[in-house]
């Protein structure tokens, strides 16, 4: 009796092949489309735990915070929070920070929070001790103790990290860009001062702290947003966004540690010598971009409102209205691979920090932002640049825009 042989024949083999194959096809996309779906609610948590912290603050101190604020000094000295540092040397310097550095009580990031606060703490490291110091978009010098990597601040799809410290993702709303650039680094066209800008109705992070000039003059500084001037709604106004080109969270602007220690008789800035402050400059005020999403004196029907006489009714100081430029858009990019929005990187060299202070994600079709309610949206990349605008004003009839009779209703994209 001849025995039966069990056993695939090269026909059903590549049958079952197949299948395997196309199962794998429709379940590898599923499978890493709600991979992004986690991730993208993380990043969500994350936000919406940074609006809840913004409320909390402006609850306890009466106003939102600074995008650059002053939280002490270290008059110089040892390091006490570094075993390895008696040396004595580390340079007397303003603790000077972003808004980061004022919602970790909140954040459940109190000892990060005494390193900034606590006099006998520096936030910068004379590198003769045995902890690290920051480099690169991290800034040069600062002090690994107050720039941790913290999970609050990252959002779990960005592929771009910048800096080995303080890593970042998220950034804040600080209202009307004073300086119109685009992204080739030209320069830039004022439409406001720096002062006028940060107005109440424009944006709700404002500069509490910018130096002194090299007379010991103070710099002007606008006043703290609250929650009751946000007269369009909380729930319409964002405190808070994320960006792929933000620089860590506790960096003060474009300073690296150097930029913070205090000016000594011998100093250059010998006319501030011996005060408690450090002088004001570009990469100080550029904070407001490095760290923020801004909005620009531009209209999607920049023609007719730039045909209505005077041009237009709501210009400040009467300049034009600009046509919106790509890059000032939700995940605005260049055309070349250069430009992608993952491979930009801010800078003040090249004036480009303007151009891309705004909402951009690895996310698809939009961003995560928390607003002033508590409540966090996804805005998709489409929306009208007006309804941008909007969503950044607390106040759009007495703001700068362009055009003040907007008005919002739900027209987030979702």
Not at 56 to 67: D, H, I, L
Not at 396 to 404: A, I, N, Q, T
């Amino acid at each position: 009796m001849k025995r039966s042989q069990h056993g695939f024949t090269l026909v059903e083999l590549l049958v079952v092949i197949t299948i395997i194959g196309i199962l794998m096809g429709l379940l590898i996309p599923a499978v890493n489309a709600a991979r992004e779906t986690a991730r993208r609610n993380q990043c969500a948590t994350n936000m919406k735990n940074l609006a809840l912290a913004g409320v909390q603050y402006e609850n306890t101190k009466g106003g939102m915070p600074g995008w650059v604020e002053k939280f002490g000094y270290f008059d110089g000295g040892s390091d006490p929070s570094d075993l390895g540092n008696f040396s004595g040397s580390v340079p007397a310097h303003v603790k000077v920070g972003g808004f980061g550095v004022s919602l970790l009580p909140w954040l459940d990031a109190q000892p990060t929070y005494e390193h900034w606060t606590q006099d006998r703490y520096p936030i910068i490291n004379d590198g003769n001790g045995d902890l690290d110091a920051t480099t690169g978009a991290s800034g040069e010098g600062f002090h690994e103790l107050a720039a941790p990597n913290l999970a609050i601040y990252q959002c779990p799809s960005n592929p771009v990290s910048e800096g080995s410290h303080g890593k970042n993702s998220y950034v804040s709303n600080n209202g009307m860009s004073q300086v119109r650039t685009v992204l080739d680094g030209t320069a830039g066209t004022t439409v406001a001062t720096y002062l006028e800008s940060q107005s109440k109705a424009n944006g709700v992070f404002t500069a509490k702290y910018l130096g002194i000039t090299s007379m010991g003059t103070s710099i002007a500084l606008a006043s703290s947003v609250s929650l009751d001037d946000m007269k369009d709604g909380q729930g319409f106004t964002i405190l808070f966004s994320e960006n792929v080109q933000a620089l860590p969270w506790h960096r003060p602007g474009f300073l690296a540690a150097a930029g913070t220690a205090l000016p000594t008789a011998a100093a250059a800035l010998a006319p501030v010598a011996g005060t408690e402050d450090i002088a004001t400059s570009p990469a100080l005020q550029y904070s407001r971009f490095g760290n923020g999403m801004v909005w620009h004196y531009e209209d999607s029907k920049a023609s007719q409102l730039n045909a209505i006489t005077p041009i237009p009714p709501t210009s400040p100081a009467g300049t034009m209205v600009f046509d919106v430029f790509p890059q000032h858009r939700i995940n605005g990019g260049g055309d070349t691979v250069q430009e992608d929005i993952f491979n930009l990187q801010m800078t003040t060299t090249l004036l480009n920090a303007p151009s891309l202070a705004r909402p951009s994600s690895a996310h698809v079709d939009g961003v995560n932002a928390a607003f002033a309610d508590g409540a966090t949206r996804f805005v998709t990349s489409s929306v009208d640049y007006r309804v941008y605008q909007a969503l950044l004003t607390p106040r759009g009839k007495s703001s700068d825009v362009p055009w003040k009779e907007f008005v919002l209703t739900d027209e987030l994209g979702n």
